[in-house]
């Protein structure tokens, strides 16, 4: 464990200590740990000193922890164990992860989570906003047989899981909004975002990223531009992260492994019914492309299935797209 997350951990309850205290504990000088202080502020956290008190985090946080998650899995940690990766800081776990699956031999269920990323991605090239330290910012790896036009539901498979994780872990009244997002009373809790790579005839690796917005800043918040929400303020309390880690995890194992044998058609059903624009009038805008319609659900593909004021159907792909409610 490193000096910084043997630090972080003392700040984690949101209480004050003194930095000569934990120079002692940890064995280093006082300098040393004002210095570390200062990479976890630079790193994104909010940690405020005052004369005489010591150091606070302006909001207690729960560091990632290995153990923890493998305990909360149960019977399922044995799978999970060696194929399981915790970073501090990354540029994006979904590039990581891509890159380590490049020197191993055992693929599925591989998994990156880290406490900060410097170049998340959301859809269509924006970056994923998320206060460092507070939030589940996780990757998964998949080797599927066929090529990458069979996981083109993918993410909508994961939507459904990631649904089911949320409220494994409490949370109600989860619902999805094509084709990648997690909401909470029409607020964005959680993305997805899939990143494939292989030959059209197969076979194809898969990397999937997830965000859970577990807490948000002032700071970070006012650089998004939709209704969203975080787990604190819809439970009013501090997230457990290693316990809603390992729901995800778990989840998406399943997921990924029905997946592959039964694709999109094992899950369709019951995303239709999550999925909180079913049978209402939305804009659909590609590009400077706008249409109007009412979403009829999707196709055996997760294409969207979009009825016009014609009585016609029109089938819309992921990418470009993006889905607001008519007001």
């Not at 005489?52 to 290995?66: F, I, M, N, S, T």
């Not at 083109?152 to 084709?179: F, I, T």
């Amino acid at each position: 464990m490193t000096t910084r997350s043997e630090i972080l951990k003392r700040l984690a309850d949101g209480g004050f200590h003194s930095g000569t205290d934990m120079g002692r504990a940890l064995g280093i000088s006082r300098a040393a740990v004002c210095k570390t202080v200062k990479s976890l502020t630079d790193a994104g956290l909010d940690i405020h000193r005052v004369t005489g008190r010591g150091y606070r985090l302006a909001q207690p946080v729960q560091p990632l922890d290995r153990r923890a998650i493998l305990r909360h899995l149960g019977p399922e940690a044995d799978r999970v164990r060696d194929r399981l990766t915790l970073l501090e800081e990354t540029d994006s776990t979904n590039r990581h992860l891509a890159e380590l699956m490049t020197h191993v031999k055992i693929i599925n269920g591989m998994t990156c989570l880290a406490e900060a990323q410097s170049g998340g991605r959301g859809r269509r090239g924006r970056a994923w906003i998320a206060t460092p330290y507070h939030n589940v910012l996780l990757s998964m790896g998949w080797r599927f047989a066929s090529g990458p036009g069979i996981v083109s539901g993918l993410s909508l498979a994961a939507g459904v899981a990631l649904a089911r994780a949320l409220e494994a872990y409490g949370v109600r009244d989860v619902g999805l909004k094509w084709p990648n997002d997690v909401l909470w009373k029409e607020k964005k809790l959680a993305g997805l975002l899939v990143d494939v790579q292989g030959e059209a005839s197969g076979p194809c690796l898969a990397v999937l990223g997830v965000g859970v917005n577990g807490f948000l800043n002032e700071r970070d918040a006012a650089r998004i531009d939709q209704p969203w929400t975080d787990l604190f303020s819809i439970t009013g309390a501090a997230v457990d992260r290693n316990r809603l880690a390992a729901l995800v995890i778990r989840e998406l194992r399943r997921t990924f492994e029905v997946f592959a044998t039964k694709g999109l058609a094992a899950f369709r059903d019951e995303w239709q019914h999550r999925h909180l624009y079913h049978g209402r009038r939305v804009r659909l805008f590609a590009g400077e492309r706008e249409v109007t319609g009412t979403v009829e659900g999707i196709d055996a593909h997760g294409a969207l299935l979009l009825r016009n004021a014609r009585g016609g159907t029109q089938t819309f792909h992921s990418g470009e797209i993006s889905l607001r409610a008519v007001t």
